[in-house]
């Protein structure tokens, strides 16, 4: 412990999000119906395994990995990648303004763009707004990691939005981002087309 740095002794003394708890209760003894069948089955985090069929044989046939691909690459990732996103939303959202594969960033799943948000547009003690209920992890890459607070709003709609927002800051509190997950997480509600809008 004397050897951690301040912060992350202070983080380990912050009781974990029962969420985080369970997950790691699961990982250590994962039911698995032959290999583990008394092992424990992990109903707190959200999976996506009705797609395998589709995405496996797809990560089957790409091309290998070749010698530049093993090198220093883009951090914020690899530039025809950003492309294919980039055209990839701008088809979704029917825009008549391509989105370029210069704002598009990559990051190595949604726990690191947590943390590279919080990092990029807060500083230690300021806040976040956020929809309630909500992805507790979002607290702990925000909140522990990063220093920043949140503020919650029961409903996406421009009056609570506000709402909450003009009660935050007459209270002193500094909000820097709004965090919106869609599909939201842990509801699975999609925002419509009206919400996107206004909030993009």
Known sequence: ME????????????EQPVLLQGFNQCISNLYHPENNPEGIINLGTAENLVNDDLIIPKLESLDKITPPETKYLPVNG??????????????KAKSDVAITASEVTITNGGSAAFCVLAYL???????????????????????????????????????TLLKEYKKATQQGKK?????????????????????????S
Do not use: A
């Open 3 to 14: 050897f951690l740095s301040e912060r992350s002794q202070l983080n380990l003394k912050k």
């Open 175 to 199: 909000i820097t981002s709004i965090v919106l997950v869609n599909p939201h997480n842990p509801t699975g509600e999609i925002f419509n087309k009206r919400q996107k809008y206004w909030t």
């Open 121 to 159: 547009t807060g500083d230690h003690g300021d806040y976040f707004m956020t929809l309630r209920p909500y992805y507790q992890m979002i607290n702990v890459y925000m909140g522990n990691y990063m220093g920043l607070k949140p503020v919650f709003c029961d409903e996406l709609t421009v009056e």
């Open 78 to 91: 690899i530039v025809k990648f950003r492309e294919k996103i980039g055209e990839f939303l701008t088809n």
